[in-house]
Structure formats: C-alpha cells, structure tokens
C-alpha cells in the first residue's frame, strides 16, 4: 500500500513565477491537508480539501491555492512567488470517518527553493 | 487559539541514555495530541498519539508519552536512546473548527545523540 506521494521533491523557481505542488493521498483516504515548513520552524496549516472543496484555511494569502480532484489527489498551486515561500511542503491526508480522530500520515514533502 | 510549545530547540544526549522531550499545549477542550519525528529532509512520521483513556501511550520505536491535563503536558520519553533517534521531533495538537480538523505543530525539538 504506497503511503502519501508527493512530486516533484525538489523545484527551483523565480520569483514572481507560479508553482503547482501534487499529492496522492494514501490508499481509502479522502481528505488532504497541506502544510507549509519554513527552515527551522514546525510545520503550518495551509488549507483542507474534502470532497473536491476547501474547508478550512489558515493565515496565508490568496496566492495559495488548491484543488482537490475526484481520485481524492490534489494540486497546490503558489502564484507571484517570493523569496519567503521558499520552504518544504508537506501535504497530509486523513479519512473523515467518525472515527479518523485527526490522525493524518504525511508525504515525503517539496522542497520548494525560490531565487 | 490552539498552541504547542516546545520549550527546548535542541537536546543532546549520550546512547544508552534516557530522554525526556517537553511538549506543552493550550487547547479549550479535550485535545487529541500527537508526536512525529522528521529526518532530515523527509516527511514527519507519526511516533504516537492521545485521543483519550490511558494517559500513558505507547508508540512505536520504543517512545512512550504521557498526557497530564493538571500541567496541559504531552512530554515524550524513551528510556534508551540509540544513535537513529537523531532527528527534529514536532508534537502537535489537534484542533477542530467547524468540523474539520487540523494539526498544531510545535516548532520543534532537535535531538543529537553523541557516543
């Protein structure tokens, strides 16, 4: 069973150039969150798809984007980049059953480089 | 708001010796509580998890945790550290907002294990 995949796992980019970040979720999952990890800070929460829509966001501008595709993949996408979104980006997913309980498995992350 | 702090940023400690990594939370209500461990440039992976019952949780690896309401604590142990437990350890929160759930990370504690 392949856990959570994400690619590619390295990108470089130039600022004000636009970014799109994939993820498969693992095997019966239905809900994907991503995170963004600056250097030496804990990961923070991006955004939630469940059923194709955005659920729940958290404090980042709305240059981040997403999208969540029927197969319960989904796309992160980063417009006009700036230096400061160079980071990892781990993308979690989790099922939304009663009895999930929060407990989401992360992928391998994007190590996102802006110059 | 929901918070994780981690009050050490780095820990050293010799093989063969006991670890006890802090983790302290401010949540609202009951949270559900969680340890994972990064390599450096990978994903994080989950050690182990409190949702409720036994305040003591065993995980994987051989780490254990312990949930004290009293002291709003989730510090993370080990009675014997091998020189593969290197690595930057996040405990998180589970926050739940409107239904949809999302994790908490702390900043991070980085553990160096000498010989």
């Known amino acids: 069973d392949a856990g959570v995949t994400q690619s590619p796992t390295h990108l470089i980019k130039t600022r004000g150039q636009q970014v799109t970040l994939r993820c498969s979720p693992k095997?019966?999952?239905?809900?994907v969150s991503w995170y963004q990890q600056a250097l030496g800070q804990g990961p923070q929460f991006i955004f939630q798809?469940?059923?194709?829509?955005?659920?729940q966001r958290g404090n980042f501008p709305d240059r981040f984007s997403g999208h969540q595709f029927p197969n319960y993949s989904s796309e992160l996408n980063v417009n006009a980049l700036l230096l400061g979104d160079s980071a990892l980006y781990l993308c979690a997913s989790s099922f939304s059953g009663l009895d999930n309980k929060f407990e989401a498995f992360f992928g391998q992350g994007t190590r996102l480089t802006v110059v | 708001a929901q918070s994780v702090t981690q009050p050490d940023i780095h820990i050293t400690v010799s093989e063969g010796a006991s670890l006890e990594l802090r983790c302290n939370y401010s949540y609202g209500a009951t949270p559900y509580l969680f340890w994972y461990v990064q390599s450096p440039g990978q994903g994080l992976q989950l050690l182990l998890k409190y949702f409720s019952g036994d305040t003591l949780v065993q995980g994987i690896k051989g780490f254990e945790a312990e949930f004290k309401r009293s002291q709003s604590s989730f510090n993370l142990r080990k009675p014997s550290v091998h020189w593969s437990d290197a690595a930057e350890y996040f405990c998180?929160?589970?926050?739940?907002?409107?239904?949809?759930?999302?994790?908490?990370f702390g900043t991070g504690t980085r553990l160096l294990v000498s010989p």
């Open positions: 798809y469940y059923e194709e829509e955005e659920r």
């Open positions: 095997s019966g999952h239905d809900t």
């Open positions: 998180a929160v589970g926050a739940l907002n409107t239904g949809f759930q999302k994790l908490v």
